[in-house]
T-cell receptor
Framework: TQLLEQSPQFLSIQEGENLTVYCNSS?????LQWYRQEPGEGPVLLVT?????EVKKLKRLTFQFGDARKDSSLHITAAQPGDTGLYLC??????????????FGQGTILTVHP | NAGVTQTPKFQVLKTGQSMTLQCAQD?????MYWYRQDPGMGLRLIYY???????DKGEVPNGYNVSRLNKREFSLRLESAAPSQTSVYFC???????????FGPGTRLTVL
């Protein structure tokens, strides 16, 4: 089982600030997904990164996949209260037939204060 | 197009009671999953079903059973609920090469 470590576990910032959350593993990822979960809802996929060094942008969110495919980061520029939620990284089990099974990190709880 | 639906949304049980959590998806996905979510633990896979008629254990299967009734429906059963099963339960489905999972809104279960 591939273990994912997310940091920080909690992040509380003011509206307009920038932030970065991290997802790390000692193993190589086949691919890496980022989900956001709002209170009382299920997680929703934000992005999938596949290629080492890949950078994807989604409005104010920038996702980066490490060159060695062992780590990923999510950077939010000018955070807004609507960004509040739990951010989860996830990866498909490496090797073999995984049937799409994902392993999730423990998540980063982000609170953006007005 | 409702995506993934779950019932009930909330449930309170006494220790030893049984119940079934229902999940249905209308996206024609082959794979379906049940997770539990506890504070600081992220999402942990209980059981999954790669296709209709097949099920397999995930990371934390003890105390649970599942049924893949047809391609649309995947139920999770607690035969004898325990306080340790107090959690939020999510059902998900996937069907694409990218392994994107679509989640339901969750069932919040409390076992007293």
């Amino acid at each position: 089982t591939q273990l994912l470590e997310q940091s920080p576990q909690f992040l509380s910032i003011q509206e307009g600030e920038n932030l970065t959350v991290y997802c790390n593993s000692s193993s190589v990822f086949s691919s890496l997904q980022w989900y956001r979960q709002e209170p009382g809802e299920g997680p929703v996929l934000l992005v999938t990164v596949v290629t080492g060094g890949e950078v994807k942008k989604l409005k104010r969110l920038t996702f980066q996949f490490g060159d060695a495919r062992k780590d990923s980061s999510l950077h939010i520029t000018a955070a807004q209260p609507g960004d509040t939620g739990l951010y989860l990284c996830a990866t498909a089990n490496a090797g073999g037939t995984s049937y799409g099974k994902l392993t999730f990190g423990q998540g980063t709880i982000l609170t953006v204060h007005p | 197009n409702a995506g993934v639906t779950q019932t009930p949304k909330f449930q309170v049980l006494k220790t030893g009671q049984s119940m079934t959590l229902q999940c249905a998806q209308d996206m024609n996905h082959n794979s379906m999953y049940w997770y539990r979510q506890d504070p600081g633990m992220g999402l942990r896979l209980i059981y999954y079903s790669a296709s209709e008629g097949t099920t397999d254990k995930g990371e934390v299967p003890n105390g649970y059973n599942v049924s893949r009734l047809n391609k649309r429906e995947f139920s999770l059963r607690l035969e004898s609920a325990a306080p340790s099963q107090t959690s939020v339960y999510f059902c998900a489905s996937s069907g694409g090469l990218a392994n994107e999972q679509f989640f339901g809104p969750g069932t919040r279960l409390t076992v007293l």
